[in-house]
């Protein structure tokens, strides 16, 4: 039933934790279909994290006896609230509950496959865990025995709290003193993104209030790590070409500005190449737009192609992309152009006969300017010289 009649679009979520329903989150608005997917993973974050922080509280006034360790583990929780990099908050949580609480050895591992129980540690209390060569150490362990009592938790989607690990066929020994060990699922809305795990030297270390404890704080993990991903997705898609899923015009700019400043800072160079199609608009003109897009979509992914991981390809508007190469100078960028042109004239990317081709124009940091906007003018300027040079050569439009 209505309460107001210019209610057009309803949205009705519950607001749980676990299996104890605190109530129901309603949300009206004024028009039809306003409730788009996005918008509804958010509403079923924001009850999460609602019915998390209800039962914490609830938690917190039955806990009465362990009210300051409740109290710093409040605290770890509101610092990492405002963390956006999963890896980091994952740090920070790790590194309050070494300074605030009795836990003194604390890993988290993110589930890649929660099937198999695959992880891998993402931050850990150790200082050696901070080493590359220790990630690999400890991935190689944890995958030669199964991924461990971590993978076990995984697999189970349950606590997993081991008296005694030397008893235990899961157990990988990856720390020679542990004796005993406590692994929380981190989960959010039916999925697994990682297990807590805290470890000790002591036997059967972990009691009924230790389970309570680490189990509300993978809850606030979870429901937080859920959000930072859609926050991630939502930016990553907010910088994206929707159709040729390259980078779009404002994330170049802002890694062209980005790369200015590092090279200005450490003293080394940058090259980037407008391109421009050659034949498009004959494509459009000829067969349509849609015609068009697949002509897009596949140079989009031949460029990607043909560049280094750390190289970033943009489409910079209609049949015009921009590509920016690090630590690449003039004369090495010329002859990456000269060898994808003559790669995509093997490609043969055509339309009926139409072979779809590029012309481009290279600027280089220091030598061609000193800040993004020059570089793309001037990069912009030769584009357009090599242009109607070859419309000179050919008696072709420069606008094809």
Not at 204 to 213: H, N, T, V, Y
Not at 366 to 382: F, N, T, V, W, Y
Request: net charge negative; hydrophobic share 40%; with cysteine.
């Amino acid at each position: 039933m209505m309460d107001d009649k210019k209610t057009l679009s309803e949205a009705a979520l519950p607001i749980r934790s676990g299996d104890h329903l605190w109530g129901i989150l309603v949300v009206d608005e004024y028009v039809t279909g306003a409730f788009k997917k996005e918008e509804r993973d958010q509403l079923r974050i924001l009850t999460g994290m609602v019915g998390v922080t209800l039962d914490n509280i609830d938690q917190m006034r039955r806990i009465r006896e362990d009210l300051e360790l409740m109290e710093s583990l409040h605290g770890i929780i509101s610092s990492v609230a405002g963390e956006r990099d999963i890896r980091a908050m994952c740090r920070e949580t790790v590194r309050l509950l070494n300074l605030e609480t009795k836990y003194n050895l604390v890993q988290i591992h993110e589930i890649l496959n929660e099937k198999t129980g695959e992880n891998r540690i993402i931050a850990g209390s150790k200082g050696e865990l901070l080493s590359g060569e220790y990630y690999k150490k400890q991935t190689a362990l944890l995958r030669e025995g199964g991924w461990g009592l971590t993978g076990e938790a995984a697999r189970k989607r349950s606590l997993l709290n081991v008296p005694d690990v030397q008893k235990s066929d899961s157990y990988v020994s990856i720390n020679s003193t542990t004796r005993s060990e406590l692994n929380v699922p981190i989960e959010f809305d039916g999925k697994i993104y990682g297990v807590l795990s805290v470890e000790s030297e002591l036997f059967d270390a972990f009691q009924e209030e230790d389970e309570k404890i680490i189990s509300i704080l993978a809850r606030h993990l979870g429901a937080l790590w859920a959000h930072n991903e859609l926050f991630e997705k939502t930016e990553r898609q907010a910088m994206q070409d929707p159709l040729t899923a390259l980078w779009n015009r404002r994330f170049f700019f802002e890694r062209l500005d980005a790369e200015v400043s590092r090279c200005a800072r450490y003293d080394c160079i940058f090259s980037i190449v407008m391109i421009d199609l050659r034949n498009f608009k004959v494509v459009n003109d000829r067969f349509g737009h849609p015609a068009g897009d697949r002509v897009l979509i596949e140079i989009s992914s031949f460029f990607q192609r043909s560049v280094r991981e750390c190289d970033v390809v943009a489409r910079y508007g209609g049949d015009e992309f921009v590509i920016l190469f690090p630590k690449t100078d003039f004369a090495e960028i010329s002859r990456i152009m000269e060898r994808m042109e003559e790669d995509l004239g093997r490609q043969k990317i055509c339309v009926e006969s139409v072979d779809v081709l590029f012309d481009c124009g290279i600027a280089s940091y220091p030598s061609d300017g000193k800040d993004g906007r020059g570089l793309i003018q001037r990069a912009d300027e030769r584009l357009y010289r090599g242009k109607m040079a070859a419309k000179m050569t050919s008696g072709e439009s420069a606008d094809n």
